[in-house]
């Protein structure tokens, strides 16, 4: 079974503070994703990735940055945090071949900005 | 705009009864999947579709790229059915990009 793991699974964080989020994959995909949940709204892709040393902007990229340093490595960085970013964040990874690119996510860290 | 329409937003099912989960698309998308995010948070994969039909126990999932659609079904719902499934469904790129629904919360009652 794929294994996506990511840590922490639970923070809370000051407005304007830094926060990472990290992702660890071991099923040597190439691709790499970061989601977001909220109530109402499914999951939204912030960032992904096709490999290590790539990052690509998703659908609501704005306040968050992504650095993939390795193949089994994707973060997910808050520079400056604010409230809105209080969310569920899905770490995913796929390998992306053809038409059988299916998704394996991890646990979800649940981050609350104050 | 919103590329993926799911429904209902909530469904209440007896155990031992049934119903369907559905997700429409504005766009065609080339593959689907259904997932069930449990009560620890996790999103499990049920099912990826490029075409067709698939089973597995009480659970079945339709794919139509051409009618835009996708469904869920459930049958003789238990207790640990509960939580909320999402729909996701993407153009066939080699990225793999999801389009996810609002997804449907699940509640199945004794």
């Known amino acids: 079974e794929a294994a996506v793991t990511q840590s922490p699974r639970n923070k809370v964080a000051v407005t304007g503070g830094k926060v990472t989020l990290s992702c660890n994959q071991t099923?040597?995909?190439?691709?790499m994703y970061w989601y977001r949940q909220d109530t109402g709204h499914g999951l939204r892709l912030i960032h992904y990735?096709?490999?290590?040393?790539?990052?690509e902007k998703g659908d609501i990229p704005d306040g968050y940055k992504a650095s993939r340093p390795s193949q089994e490595n994707f973060s997910l960085i808050l520079e400056l945090a604010t409230p809105s970013q209080t969310s569920v964040y899905f770490c995913a990874s796929g390998d992306g071949t053809g038409s059988g690119n299916t998704l394996y996510f991890g646990e979800g860290s649940r981050l609350i900005v104050v | 705009g919103d590329q993926v329409e799911q429904s209902p937003s909530a469904l209440s099912l007896h155990e031992g009864t049934g119903s369907a989960l559905r997700c429409n698309f504005t766009?065609?998308?080339?593959?689907v999947q259904w997932f069930r995010k449990n009560s620890r948070g996790s999103l499990i994969n049920l099912f990826y579709?490029?075409?067709g039909t698939k089973e597995n126990g009480r659970l079945k999932s339709a794919f139509d790229s051409k009618e835009r659609y996708s469904t869920l079904h459930i049958r003789d719902a238990q207790l640990e059915d509960s939580g909320t499934y999402f729909c996701a469904a993407g153009r066939g790129s080699a990225l793999g990009r999801l389009h996810f629904g609002a997804g449907t919360q699940l509640i199945v009652i004794p």
């Open positions: 099923n040597n995909h190439n691709n």
């Open positions: 990735s096709y490999g290590a040393g790539s990052t």
């Open positions: 766009t065609t998308m080339r593959a």
């Open positions: 579709l490029a075409s």
